[in-house]
């Protein structure tokens, strides 16, 4: 029985990339999302994915999994270790975005950035912890940044929920220290190629870099728990303390210059 992992989010974008990277390095894989029907602004759904990921010889299950319901992460934790048999890897992928102030953050969105955050990793997280402390092994990845107070300015509801999931991998490192159970937040260096950013206009392909690059950071956040385990870290810095050392494949355009994700969030509102 192979390794699996629980991807949630990976209907299109950086969840899709880390789904075929897993499944490509001999993981079975749950392509957990909402979307079964594409939408002309958001192609890509649940099977598309697992039909790309099949190709790979390893044992893909779609899953419809609404993060913000708890009775679709119960049903879609149940089939998982029913069907696939254990838990290695969960990924809390899945996200909601609103960069806005304080006073143009109506409580729709504040419960929505909630919600499918900081709610949403939490639950997955949960549903899956049993198995893995029964197993005495398992990696939680959030996607979620280092805890610095500037990103705040402009960004408070979403970054309420995002530093929650840098305290929830935090903490449970800790709390499962000795375990064999890992917990680590990830978090781009740039703007990565997504339909979040074409849909929100950030920047365009000579500023951003691709998706692969948070799928190879969580392939080695996995093999290396020793530099990640309890931390928040960013992409380029895992990958580079493991040995990487070109970072222009991962360009959209050749000899293009990626943005930092820092600099976009000062300037860009969405």
């Not at 990976?10 to 001999?26: D, P, Q, W």
């Not at 939408?39 to 099949?54: D, R, Y």
């Not at 690059?213 to 870290?233: C, L, Q, T, W, Y």
């Amino acid at each position: 029985m192979g390794n699996v992992a629980f991807v949630t989010g990976a209907s299109r974008g950086i969840g899709r990339a880390i789904v075929l990277k897993l499944a490509r390095e001999g993981y079975d894989v749950v392509v957990a999302a909402k979307s079964v029907r594409d939408k002309p602004n958001l192609p890509g759904t649940i099977h598309s994915v697992a039909e790309e990921a099949a190709q790979y010889g390893t044992r893909v299950l779609p899953l419809q999994c609404d993060v913000s319901k708890q009775e679709s992460i119960d049903e879609a934790v149940e089939r998982t270790l029913g069907e696939l048999g254990r838990i290695d890897v969960v990924v809390n992928n899945a996200g909601a975005l609103w960069w806005r102030n304080m006073d143009e953050t109506p409580m729709r969105r504040f419960d929505l950035v909630m919600d499918v955050n900081v709610r949403g990793a939490f639950a997955v997280t949960a549903g899956f912890l049993p198995a893995m402390k029964a197993q005495n092994s398992g990696h939680v990845i959030v996607m979620a940044p280092p805890l610095n107070l500037e990103y705040l300015p402009g960004h408070i509801a979403y970054m309420i929920s995002k530093f929650g999931m840098t305290m929830l991998a935090l903490g449970l490192a800790e709390e499962m220290k000795g375990s064999g159970l890992y917990a680590t937040a990830l978090w781009p260096k740039t703007i990565i190629e997504s339909y979040a950013t074409i849909n929100f206009n950030l920047g365009d392909p000579s500023v951003w870099r691709k998706a692969d690059i948070m799928a190879d950071a969580v392939f080695e956040i996995v093999r290396h728990p020793e530099h990640s385990n309890g931390k928040a870290v960013l992409d380029e810095d895992l990958l580079r303390a493991v040995g990487y050392t070109d970072f222009g494949v991962y360009n959209c355009l050749p000899d293009s210059r990626p943005q930092d994700l820092d600099e976009a969030m000062r300037s860009v509102r969405v």
